[in-house]
């Protein structure tokens, strides 16, 4: 049986031939053929691919349940914190929202490592701007990283989500085809990039937010450039709300209650 990363090349193999063949047609006719490939082909792949990597059980379930949610939003005298950046374990660090003084740089120095080769083939493939059937808000791993920040998120599944459908819903050319593609492929990526069941509903509310709050699409952000910027300029210049986001983070603390995330939201 292939393996995942040889079922995703071979498909981006196939669409960059299929996206050649419709480069005469008229903008609004490839943009239908557009919708109407990403649709079969996504419902195609992604079966082929829940075949090979999902099984009965998810790891992530038993870890979280040895876990105290509460004791990670909490520093070593019990009192609340609303941020952790000072920590080199990616579950445990989320930098908030109350740092608007601090430049993108300060912040992005402290993000946990992490290298954009170990995101595998599939995932590249909605999410990478250089795939020819990159989603919505598609991003660099660097600039993905940046609107994390921005919108006051950890690492975690949940978070993710919320990003990923504030990141699309920010996306002027988002549409409905999309929105379905993005949430098949989210729920059928291989551990440990797979985001199912309740942390769906984060993305949802992040397409939401994005549309509510009306501001410029994130994911072309400049972050060479944008570096030695504080993040309450880039917010506002963004158009990233931090008002909205925050009730966008009291109702996922209703949607999604009690998880490491929904505790730590800054709301």
Known sequence: MPST??????TLKQLEAHFEALADLPAERRQLARDILLR???RQLLRDIWEIDNHVGDPREALLGLLDPDALQRDAHGQPIDANTATTHWREWYPGLNNDELTLGQVLDTLPGFSADEVPALVRLFENPASP????GACT???????HILLGR????QDEAYVIGYTAGAAQSLNEAEVEAYRLALSSYAEPYTIKGKDLLAFDLGVKAAALAGGQPLHPIDVATERDKSLGELRE?????PAVLREFYTLEQRVVPGTPASLRLPV
């Not at 950890?154 to 599944?157: A, P, S, T």
């Not at 210049?237 to 709300?241: K, T």
């Open 237 to 241: 210049s963004f158009g990233v709300r």
């Open 141 to 147: 791993l660097e600039q993905h990283d940046a609107i």
């Open 133 to 136: 059937i990159a989603l919505a």
């Open 154 to 157: 950890g690492l975690i599944d």
């Open 40 to 42: 079969g082909v996504t």
């Open 5 to 10: 990363q040889t079922i995703a090349e071979e």
